[in-house]
């Protein structure tokens, strides 16, 4: 049995093989000017208990990366802007953050400093789903760290749930593969 590549080998040779660019979100952002997002991630992470490669593949596949990340305006002398104000329904997936019955769920979380007024503001959305339009309690950030925070806050509150589910229903405990579907699949509870 050979070595086993990393990740970034894996995209160079894919890159080389098919001559296309190939994004590193396995928990790697791919350009340097992307570092300040890279050095929030891995301190949520850490704080939180998060792996932070799993926090940085979901914030950019729910639009950090092709809605944020990937706008030229989003950037300043060459390094991606982090203290501007963000939405949280467009940019990150945050659809229920800012639903009252929601927030006590979520609180714990989050830094003690970390508060409605300061670091976000409820707003509602209008969300069209197959089953038609709904309104949802969303939230605008006041920066990148508060927006990340919210999403560490929510998957390790989805976490927490399902590691409780499993050890009250006796299952074996999950891959990594099955620990991150289910929590990151888990709805919010509201």
Do not use: C, H
């Amino acid at each position: 049995m050979g070595k086993i590549k990393s990740k970034l080998e894996r995209k160079k040779e894919i890159q080389d093989m098919y001559d296309v660019y190939v994004n590193a979100w396995g928990g790697y952002a791919d350009e340097p000017k992307e570092a300040p997002v890279v050095e929030i991630i891995e301190g949520i992470a850490k704080d939180i208990g998060l792996p932070p490669s799993y926090l940085f593949t979901i914030a950019t596949g729910e639009g950090l990366g092709w809605i944020y990340l990937s706008d030229l305006k989003n950037y300043k002398n060459g390094k991606v802007i982090t203290d501007k104000k963000i939405s949280g329904f467009q940019n990150f997936g945050l659809d229920f953050f800012g639903n009252p019955k929601e927030w006590p769920n979520l609180k714990k979380y989050l830094p003690k400093t970390y508060n409605e007024g300061d670091e976000f503001v409820s707003i509602a959305e209008k969300r069209d789903e197959a089953y038609g339009k709904e309104t949802v309690y969303s939230a605008d950030f006041k920066n990148l760290e508060s927006s990340i925070w919210a999403m560490a806050a929510v998957l390790k509150q989805r976490a927490d749930r399902f590691e409780r589910d499993w050890n009250e229903l006796n299952y074996i405990k999950p891959t990594e593969d099955e620990w991150a579907f289910w929590t990151y699949f888990l709805l919010p509870k509201t």
